[in-house]
Structure formats: structure tokens, C-alpha cells
Nanobody, 120 residues
């Protein structure tokens, strides 16, 4: 099992920045990729970015966040981050991190989510 705990959400004005963290524990050696998702109120969950666990390389960014959000990883801390700049009201959502085990196609571990609210 892998446990994921997000932190860093909050209320910010449009144009501001936040950095989310996702700390992983447990069988992290079984993880080969992690990702950030978000789910705005009343909408479907959206994949924002994926990051290779061992290389730390981000392999995908959604068009909605490209150029504004940056994912990174600190393997010594078993933590990934999402730096969010130039935030917009439409970025308001619950943000989740997820982990995918080696050999699996889908993300099989999820954090509890952290709320990000961007005021106009």
C-alpha cells in the first residue's frame, strides 16, 4: 500500500500563487508515476500533470495549466509538488495527487484532496 497526503491548499486572490505538496509513504518503491488531478465543483475530475517517479520528469501538462503550473519531485522526501502561478478563479477545485504502481495502467492510490479557492 501507498499512502498519499496532500497539503498546501487555501484561499488566494487571482494572479497569486500556491504550492501544493503530496507526501508519499509505504511501498513507494512500487510506484512508477504520480499525477496531479483536480475536480472543480459540479465538474468531472481533470488530469493536470504526470511525473515519472524515478526520473522526476513531467511528461504531460493539461492545456488549461500549461505554462502556469509546474510539477516537481523530491525523492529524498518522497514528495511531489505542484507550483501554481497566475491562478485564476476557474482554477478553484479540490486538488488530488495520485500514484500508479509499476505495471498498472491506472492510478491506484489517491490522496484525500486539498481545496484551492481562487477569488476574483
Amino acid at each position: 500500500q501507498v499512502q498519499l497526503v496532500e497539503s498546501g491548499g487555501g484561499l488566494v486572490q487571482a494572479g497569486g500563487s500556491l504550492r501544493l505538496s503530496c507526501a508519499a509513504s509505504g511501498r513507494t518503491f512500487s510506484v512508477d508515476a504520480m499525477a496531479w488531478f483536480r475536480q472543480p465543483p459540479g465538474k468531472e475530475r481533470e488530469l493536470l500533470t504526470t511525473i515519472e517517479w524515478w526520473s522526476g520528469r513531467s511528461t504531460y501538462y493539461a492545456d488549461s495549466v500549461k505554462g502556469r503550473f509546474t510539477a516537481s519531485r523530491d525523492i529524498a522526501r518522497n514528495t511531489i509538488y505542484l507550483q501554481m502561478n497566475s491562478l485564476r478563479p476557474e482554477d478553484t477545485a479540490v486538488y488530488f495527487c495520485a500514484a500508479k504502481s509499476t505495471g498498472w495502467d491506472n492510478y491506484d492510490y489517491w490522496g484525500q484532496g486539498t481545496q484551492v479557492t481562487v477569488s476574483a
